[in-house]
């Protein structure tokens, strides 16, 4: 970031119009706007070419059905085909859309230029493609078309009006409905939209006798003003479905008609190029075993719409960008994934070095992408990197001299481990926990429990307790908060909501809060699934945990409360055992603690979501991006960047034995981490296959204490010891002006998307104009006031020490000399000379961000 720096403290070291201390805000607020203008030059890539269809080698319809061909059955049946071409190199080519379809005999079946096959009469037919001089076909047979089969409620019109939109939240899906008329949200409750639907009202919206004046019909397909507009036309499949069930006097879905179990994408995966297309096809799963195409009936979302676009009949269209991407198909409640590759298109010239499994990992996607990897970083960077990110300080002085000076190979190692054996590795990381833990207080009684908590977790984080034990015992605390500092948790999360909510966040990765009120729309998550864990908070009981000044910290406890651990479904009012996500009801005796099998389960090295959830968050710590992102949303939908980093750092963590301190000692020993920030002319989109260290703004805490390291000065905090750092804070509350306008979290969720890291003027403004920075930088006794008096040394030596402090590096020689000039123009004040250097030198993006 040399040349950043290099052009920001040119504009920011020009006269000074005077030397008073009006003067010199006036001055660095002008320069400061001037160094904040950057111009952003973007490389594109090479578009792909299209396919040459007189190259294909090999074609194919897909699914071929196996011997017996494809069978379509029923009037309402449709299938998507997909096309598959196959080069001489070996790229495969998605060509459904430059197909054309022959079948002999004729109209057995018609396919429409997207591919979709729909029957017309009973009969048997060969299905024929050519392309580019190939061909290929198979046989479809159509059945049971004429007959007339009722209209299955649950598994045909509920999933047009979740397809339709019509029961989104933005529409009849919200719990006050619309314009009179509700739905169940996305139709997780079919049972109530057929109450809604045909007996709400008399059933005005719906008319057998006449199925095409049924008000249901006119409004959507346009015929009546409809507050929603247009949603289908009326030569529609999904019209023609409505009116039969309508015509045939509402069936309501039988008992024991087949449910979906499950749905899948076709193909689940694929290489793609960019600028190209790909069709999906979904399969749904029933109880009775049969299978259909919903293709046309599911919804489709890309998790990188930078990388992909999907329409609404699951045509996926790269864009001009690598990387992988992931395509959400979601139908009845069920979710299934299709997983692009998509390639830069050539070998990368810059290999990954290799160190450890990640490098292994992050190597091989990168190989198949085709992206090279930025060089390893010089040692100024990452000393400066590596200490901020493990103690969330900015090292000395001294400490950048004598790592730049030492020539053992083993520095960096030895470092890491320095950096981990210091106190600032728990200052860092336990105000990491903190936060998330909601670690504050409310009010003046408060104070004793929540600087007890904070106590526990720095300690633990200095002893590395293992993360395994560290959880269990924030899980089972019982006891009063003076033997068990812990319990202070559950005066923050009082409810037994809050508590699941938490544990399913912090530990599991998993944002469950959705499957409170229904179904999770992203997710396998039900209602029962939230309340088999909230069973197991069930019987917490709770004694003066309030803040209560009358009240002894050794009378604020947390005990197991004797009774049958359950939690009721609202909606259903049926009483549930305690049950882990995924995993079979618990009976738990009345005298046992069911938190302690809560534990037992979560903690279990085969936990399926645990040690992923942790590595995930400590990677975003590191990278500031998750290997799958956001860190603590992990579900099937939102699948890793890397499954195969993920997989490994997981089951190393596991091996560890839970070791916190060796997995950030892996971390930052893989040359992946070691990268550096600046991009090759290949690279330079990339933003989730790590083939470069990612720069990220310092946060609040870290970037307050540089402020005052840099320009040597410190901070009183209400009630705390004098040269307490903003990182030590205890307890939340005490957070100063900059602190907040920096983005400190308040521990209000246990969300880290709480801590904001985006830029904003009001942080601009701070750093250029407040009375704050200006006052530290012009201390008397701060930095640029002891550069300014101290003439045993030459200047020259004096920059180059005020450079090793703010960016942990020596200044090249074009930024020697432009400090230099500035001091000299203005020798007669050289404090104002050394305050405008320091200024400048804290108002660049060098500074601001690790990098």
Known sequence: MASLTEFECHMALVATPGNEASGKVAMRSWTGLLFLLAIAIATSATRADEPVLDSMTHLAIEPDGGPAGLVVRGADSRLQLLVTGRDSSGRVFDLTTKAEFRSDPEGIVHVDPSG???????????????????????????????????????????????????NGGGCHGKSSGQNGFRLSLLGFYPEDDYEFLAREDRGRRVFPAAPARSLLLQKASGQTPHGGGKRMDVDSHEYRVLARWISQGLPPSRDDAPVVTRIRCYPSERVMHRNSAQQVAVLASYSDGRTEDVTRMALFEPNVAELATVNSTGLVATNDLAGEVAIMARYQGQVATFRATIPLGSAPAQQLPIRNFIDEAVARKLNSLGVPASPVCDDATFLRRASIDITGALPTDEQVLAFLNDQDPAKRDKLIDRLLDSPGYADSFANKWNAILRNR?????????????????????????????????????????????????YREVPEATQEVEDVAQLFLGIRIQCAKCHHHPFERWSQDDYYGLAAFFSRVGRKNLSGNASVAPRDKRVFHNAGLATAANPRS???IKPTPLGDREYTISEDSDPRLRLADWLTSPHNPFFARSLVNRYWKHFFDRGIVEPEDDMRETNPPSNPELLEALSRSFVESGFDLKQLVRTICQSNTYQLSSFPNEFNVKDKQNFSRYYPKRLSAEVLYDGLHQVTNTTQAFNGLPAGT?????????????????????????????????????????????????????????????ILAKDDSRPVEDKVRELYRWVYAREPDPEEVGIALAHLEKHREAPQTAWEDIVWALLNTKEFLFNH
């Open 573 to 575: 009012g049926r009483a």
């Open 116 to 166: 979709l096959l729909t029957p017309v009469m009973d009969g048997e037919t060969r299905l024929t493609t050519l392309i580019g001089g190939l061909s290929t076909s198979v046989t479809v047979t159509a059945a049971e078309i004429r007959e007339a089969a009722l209209v299955d409620f649950r598994n045909q019109v509920v999933p047009i009006f979740t397809k339709l939109g019509c």
């Open 441 to 489: 207080k409310k009010v003046d009684p408060d104070a004793a429990g929540t600087l007890a908590f904070y106590d526990w977790i720095w300690n633990s984080l200095n002893d590395n307790k293992p993360f395994d034990q560290f959880s269990r015992e924030i899980l089972t605390a019982s006891g009063d908060i003076e033997t068990s500092p812990p319990v202070v948790w």
């Open 725 to 785: 750092r903003a990182l030590e804070l205890p307890d939340l509350s005490a957070a100063t002006y900059f602190l907040k306008v920096f983005g400190q979290p308040m521990g209000e969720t246990a969300c880290e998307c709480e801590r904001s890291q985006a830029a904003n003027l009001a942080q601009s403004l701070h750093l250029l104009n407040s009375t704050e920075v200006h006052e530290k930088v012009s201390s008397p006794n701060g930095r640029a006031a």
